[in-house]
């Protein structure tokens, strides 16, 4: 991950401004605001879409890209200006981010189009400022930061009376969640981790016993163990969960490392072959109430008969097991 000199400017400036006038949101309590009013603010998903133009959404830069030929705009949640190229636009209203969809004021959202279209010429009444030509400051490289990660806590989903998902073959998540929690538990030790299952029997926990049992046994990652299950039977492939909502039990600093180590285990499931079908926020309680960094892994569709049957293998159970290691590994070491 890297940014743009001007993005890195934007993102200064934005901390500056918020300096001088207290006014900036910072982007951890933009989740706590109210649902966005269609009627002031207009999504810039949408608004790519529309023209044309190829949109990202960089989760961990936490930067909002639009680019149609060589005209590209950015913009940051909680950072009270916006990039339209060279030029930097101040703003009143913050841009906000809802489940991954950015929402800006609606005439930011007139000049963003319009300056993606190449129309847009700069107001004479508003401030906007022209950013010196970018005399580009080497991009940091991102430094090797190896973690303390001692204790892994590993919680299988589910259990007792709560059985989770059931194929229409007979295999319950409780049951498979186990066992690949065991292997997992398994391959940890192997690495030099020291780990803890929250259950090792068919016994039931409460949602939010199962993170305090991290803190009160004093691991340093929390990593929920689930399987999928929804009515298209063509969904198959891992999904991998961090906190995203609007309060949680941990430290900015936590929730932010609990992305980082979502995204660790992201990369070794794909190198070791995997699929995975996607990575992003959730509001699920065991996520909500750890207080260490916390992933939630789903290991694969119990309604996708190859998958299904796949889960009932011990080999592909230790595929996962091996993947959500490498990932914890690669995260303390900072990789
Ligand atoms: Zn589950």
Redesign the pocket.
């Known amino acids: 991950m890297s940014r743009a000199p001007g993005e890195l400017y934007l993102l200064f400036l934005g901390l500056a401004l918020a300096a001088l006038h207290g006014c900036v949101t910072p982007p951890e309590r933009l989740t706590s605001a109210p649902v966005v009013s269609s009627a002031r603010y207009e999504c810039l998903n949408d608004l790519a879409k529309r023209q044309g133009a190829r949109a990202s959404w960089d989760e961990t830069a936490g930067v909002f890209r639009a680019q149609l030929g060589d005209r590209q705009v950015a913009a940051a949640p909680g950072v009270a200006a916006a990039l339209l190229g060279p030029r930097l636009v101040l703003l009143g209203d913050e841009v906000m981010v809802r489940y991954g969809r950015v929402y800006v004021p609606r005439w930011l959202a007139r000049d963003i189009a319009a300056y993606l279209a190449g129309t847009w010429t700069p107001r004479p009444d508003r401030p906007d400022a022209v950013l010196p030509p970018p005399t580009p400051p080497t991009p940091p490289t991102p430094p090797v930061r190896p973690r303390t990660v001692g204790k892994v806590c590993i919680d299988p989903?589910?259990g007792g009376r709560d059985p989770?998902?059931i194929s229409k073959w007979g295999l319950q998540?409780k049951e498979v969640v186990l066992a690949t929690a065991r292997l997992l538990k398994e391959e940890l030790k192997s690495r030099g981790f020291d780990a803890r299952l929250t259950r090792d029997g068919d016994t039931f926990i409460e949602l939010e016993d199962r993170p305090a049992i991290a803190s009160q046994t004093g691991c340093d990652v929390f990593v929920a163990v689930?399987?999928n299950a929804i009515r298209d039977p063509s969904y198959r492939g891992l999904e991998i969960f961090y906190w995203y909502g609007s309060w949680s039990a941990a430290s900015a600093a936590s929730r932010r490392e609990g992305v980082e180590l979502a995204e660790a285990i992201k990369r070794a499931a794909e190198r070791e072959g995997l699929t995975v079908r996607n990575m992003r926020g959730a509001d699920y309680k065991v996520l909500r109430y750890a207080k260490v960094p916390a992933t939630l892994v789903e290991i694969g569709f119990l309604t996708n008969r190859a998958e299904e049957q796949a889960l009932r293998t011990r080999a592909y159970r230790r595929r996962v097991a091996r993947a959500i290691a490498e990932g914890i590994d690669a995260y303390r070491k900072g990789k």
Do not use: L, N
């Open positions: 989903g589910h989770g998902a998540e689930h399987a």
